[in-house]
């Protein structure tokens, strides 16, 4: 079973765009993921992640605050899943985690309340994740309840980011796969149990013949009489 | 041995190591016949019916014509009650280390346990337990202060396996959030072999 490291995913991240504002001067950029614009001092414009974190530890560029990544709008987002038990909101930003904490690690001196998105974003994280550990059990559940369940045993979850599925992936599966196998022994186990006694029935259908040997001896005596 | 299913497949389990050390555990069985001079514990001796013998599940499985097989201790009818009330907090690890595995072999045809009943709840009883047990380890492994010691004891050898994973991919999440994993770090195989030619070193100086 294919394990994901969390840099892997923060890799795939980094492909977002994001605004910036340059500090030098350079021609348009032609590079494989894309062409990116011409660089003037002060103009701001939008560079993928990989590429703003390597010029801004250069000093060449000042990375901005993304707009969802705000005090007021993560707040909002926290008391949004806190209203919801069982499924998670729509995220903010699809990769809210790898990037919070990228820029919050790389680029703080020009973001503002660091320590209140460091604690939102945490928040945030450990009530989606519980959700999710929630929805795991309940299929866990399942699984050993032995009646199929009104849906026919399809889950289905919303909203949740590569990262946090990446989170459970591991042990679930496992889980899972270790209940199939179990299952399918037992279904094995049940054909044979019913073969046995389908056995029996021919066995005794075997029979029949000499019961009805008599019966016809029978007869044949009774039309002698 | 993290794919139980490797129990039932013959020539994927001959070579396996922790199918061969979960074959090694003992059976009691009870002659049919009456067997004269068998050699089964290095001695020629003559089994009369009825005579009661432990024999390893390997062996077993292969004189089922000659021995009746009674079901261990351990997956009979009291302690699938046990383990159905609470799996949790049975310690599977002392009821030989790798009790689903073995539980799985018990189920395969060469065995002619007296009821067909017993086994599916045996099986039954197997997957609830795993299922819970499962969910119980993957909690443990997510606590807080974890102490793998302790649990540890208590898990027989695929549910180990499953918990040092899960912890693994913890450890790894936890240096991630910190922004750990993009540093280098020295391989341990260099660490040692540089420790000890300092050791050498030094002893050669004294």
């Known amino acids: 079973m294919s394990v994901i490291h969390p840099s892997e995913i923060e890799f795939i991240a980094e492909d977002e765009l994001i605004k910036v504002t340059p500090r030098f001067r350079e021609q348009r950029l032609q590079m494989i993921t894309g062409n990116f614009g011409p660089f003037a001092p002060g103009v701001p414009l939008k560079i993928p ?7 801004k530890n250069r000093g060449l560029v000042i990375v901005h605050q993304p707009k969802w990544m705000t005090e007021e709008k993560l707040k909002e987002w926290l008391e949004s899943e806190n209203a919801d038990n069982t499924n998670a909101i729509a995220p903010l930003h699809y990769h809210y985690r790898e990037i919070s904490r990228m820029l919050l690690q790389n680029c703080r001196d020009n973001m503002s309340d660091i320590t209140e998105i460091e604690q939102l974003v945490e928040d945030i994280w450990n009530v989606r994740i519980s959700k999710l550990k929630m929805s795991c059990k309940n299929v866990m559940k399942t699984r050993w309840q032995m009646e199929i369940p009104d849906h026919g045993g399809v889950f289905k979850i919303d909203n949740f980011t590569q990262m946090e599925v990446n989170f459970i992936r591991g042990t ?34 075997a029979t029949v013949p000499t019961g009805s040997s008599a019966m016809s001896q029978f007869t044949q005596s009774q039309n002698q009489n | 041995m993290s794919d139980l299913g490797i129990v039932d497949d013959q020539s994927a389990s001959y070579l396996d190591i922790d199918d061969i050390l979960m074959t090694e555990n003992k059976i009691s069985c009870r002659a049919r016949y009456d067997l004269v001079d068998l050699e089964l ?68 045809e060469n065995f002619d346990f007296a009821d067909d009943e017993d086994i599916i709840n045996m099986c039954q009883t197997l997957l609830q337990a795993s299922a819970r047990r499962v969910s119980w380890i993957s909690d443990m492994a997510a606590a807080d202060h974890y102490q793998q010691s302790k649990v540890d004891s208590k898990l027989d050898d695929m549910e180990k396996e499953m918990y040092a994973k899960a912890i693994s991919e913890r450890k790894s ?33 004294n």
């Open chain 2, 173 to 205: 999440w936890e240096d991630w959030t910190r922004g750990m994993s993009n540093r280098l770090t020295e391989s341990k195989f260099i660490a040692k072999s540089r420790k000890r030619k300092r050791d050498a070193l030094a002893q050669k100086n």
């Open chain 1, 49 to 55: 992640i990989w590429m703003a974190l390597n010029l």
């Open chain 2, 41 to 108: 514990r290095r001695t020629a001796e003559d089994f009369h019916e009825g005579k009661k013998v432990d024999l390893p599940i390997w062996m077993a499985m292969r004189l089922n014509e000659f021995f009746r097989h009674e079901i261990p201790k351990q997956y009979n009818t009291h302690f699938q009650g046990i383990l159905n009330a609470d799996p949790e907090v049975v310690n599977l690890h002392k009821e030989g280390p790798k009790y689903f595995a073995m539980g799985l072999q018990l189920t395969s």
């Open chain 1, 172 to 205: 679930f599966l496992k889980g899972l796969n270790l209940s199939f196998v179990m299952s399918n022994k037992i279904t094995t186990i049940e054909q044979k149990a019913e073969q046995h006694m389908l056995g029996d029935t021919t066995n005794s259908s």
